[in-house]
């Protein structure tokens, strides 16, 4: 028996014009998917998708929704773009989302997850129609002090690598536009939320432990893990769009009551150590084996990070709705069953509407 669930919010959108950047990434073509099949008029607005096996390719999203090619780096193509659009509600996703290729390119990574965040906010300021904007940052925006307690949105921000610095100087960003631009404004509602390590069907990120794993898997090698012992907060892609859809409804209904930062993580028996998800992941394939490196390999990556998430259980009541397993094996049935033929669109589709209704 599944869980009853409230989706009415999701009727708001039904008819809306919704823009959200980066929708040719893995969490922001969930994400658009999701919203047209709530009845909204999507548009996204990122670069090109990397592989032909991107999650965006695989659905045909560009078949579903609207879609231009643009940089957030690119402010005159941007501001052209969001205003002959007109968008009532703005979710920012795109962004430069690895830790380690941080370290090869962090001017990149500066320039596209701070430099973009800025031009994204200054132009949806101007934008005349806007009432709900939700920027995605990351929970690598805390500074990570490898405590055991989840990190409260009024804990310390800050970064040791370039990908969670340029995550805590967005966050700096969105408070300065916040504060100085959008609570002078009465009918729109801005708010910043953080997630933690989200996994799911489509994503093909290179130094990702899910990709990694399912890639070994098809060509029937050892899974190899750099750091067996890290332990992360994993959810389905599907827990924190879903917060982002709660909350963009709540902020468009009482914009300054819900504007400020919010963390959408997982309960408590999803925080796993990566041998744990590796283990798991063969479980559901059906096979295969790990290779676990001695010692702690490549730069440096935190090793104990997960969310407190009371602001968003008791102000929007929202919850969780798949544990551990259930996210490890919907994930890992849809890269099996994709990968064996069956079309992503309804796979995808089939998971939306499970997640929906509580199963």
Not at 45 to 73: E, F, Q, S, T
């Amino acid at each position: 028996m599944g869980k009853v669930v409230n989706n009415n919010h999701l009727s708001l959108f039904a008819g809306k014009r919704v823009l959200v950047t980066g929708d040719t990434g893995f969490k922001g073509s969930w994400l658009a998917l999701w919203l047209s099949m709530c009845g909204a008029e999507v548009l996204g607005y990122a670069l090109p998708p990397k592989r032909d096996n991107d999650h965006y390719n695989l659905i045909n999203l560009k078949g579903v929704i609207r879609h231009i090619d643009g940089d957030v780096r690119d402010f005159e193509g941007m501001r052209k773009a969001f205003s002959d659009f007109d968008p009532e509600f703005v979710f920012h996703l795109a962004a430069q989302a690895l830790v380690r290729f941080s370290y090869e390119e962090p001017r990149y990574t500066f320039d596209t997850n701070v430099g973009g965040f800025v031009n994204v906010l200054e132009v949806a300021r101007s934008l005349p129609g806007v009432r709900s904007i939700i920027c995605v940052t990351s929970d690598k925006c805390y500074l990570n002090k490898e405590w055991v307690w989840g990190y409260r949105e009024s804990d310390e921000l800050g970064g040791r690598d370039p990908y969670s610095a340029s995550k805590a100087a967005a966050e700096m960003v969105f408070l300065g536009y916040m504060h100085a631009f959008f609570m002078n404004r009465q009918d729109v509602g801005i708010a910043s939320v953080r997630a933690g390590n989200v996994i799911g069907g489509g994503d093909w990120s290179e130094d990702r432990i899910v990709p990694d794993s399912i890639k070994s898997l098809q060509r029937k090698e050892p899974i190899f893990l750099r750091n067996p012992s890290s332990t992360r907060p994993w959810q389905h892609v599907l827990e924190p769009l879903s917060g982002y859809m709660l909350l963009a409804a709540k902020l468009h209904a009482s914009p300054k009551e819900y504007s400020g930062s919010w963390n959408f993580g997982p309960g408590k028996n999803a925080v796993n150590t990566v041998q744990d998800l590796a283990e798991r992941i063969i479980s559901h394939w059906g096979g295969g084996e790990i290779e676990a490196a001695a010692g702690s390999q490549g730069p440096y990556e935190s090793r104990l990070l997960h969310l407190n998430c009371d602001k968003a259980f008791y102000a929007l009541d929202w919850h969780p709705r798949w544990d551990f397993d259930r996210t490890v094996k919907e994930t890992t049935l849809w890269y099996r069953d994709v990968w064996q033929g069956k079309p992503a669109l309804p796979k995808t589709k089939e998971q939306i509407l499970a997640y929906m209704g509580g199963e």
